[in-house]
Nanobody
Framework: VQLQASGGGLVQAGGSLRLSCAASDRTFSISAMSWFRQAPGKERLFVAAISWSGGSTQIADSVKGRFTISRDNAKNTVYLQMNSLKPEDTAVYYC??????????????????WGQGTQVTVSS
């Protein structure tokens, strides 16, 4: 499975961005998907996850109420809608596929395929 993330960029605080992650393999449609982020000098942290059907999601407390994860299995794509962005949201955002699971989980060891990352920078 290859993952291509896009949609990052530079935005002012309070603005919005939508990240996309397209998977190359049709098994995506039965796999859990997630987003993690890593700020400079810090560990990679969970942001959001979605079950294979899209019926169940998990959102990190730090972004709850501002970020939404969704998916379109017909397009093999998962999205992260980010609203009310803050400077502390600045990071490289990675999408990941859990090919052996269908449920949403925040634990990174469940995800076995990772995208290359897309930079999100929020200016104050």
């Amino acid at each position: 499975v290859q993952l291509q993330a896009s949609g990052g960029g530079l935005v002012q605080a309070g603005g919005s961005l939508r990240l996309s992650c397209a998977a190359s393999d049709r098994t995506f449609s039965i796999s859990a998907m997630s987003w993690f982020r890593q700020a400079p000098g810090k560990e990679r942290l969970f942001v959001a996850a979605i079950s294979w059907s899209g019926g169940s999601t998990q959102i990190a407390d730090s972004v709850k109420g501002r970020f939404t994860i969704s998916r379109d299995n017909a397009k093999n794509t998962v999205y992260l809608q980010m609203n009310s962005l803050k400077p502390e949201d600045t990071a490289v955002y990675y999408c990941a596929v859990g090919s052996r699971i269908g449920y949403a989980t925040a634990y990174s060891y469940n995800y076995d395929y990772w995208g290359q990352g897309t930079q999100v920078t929020v200016s104050s």
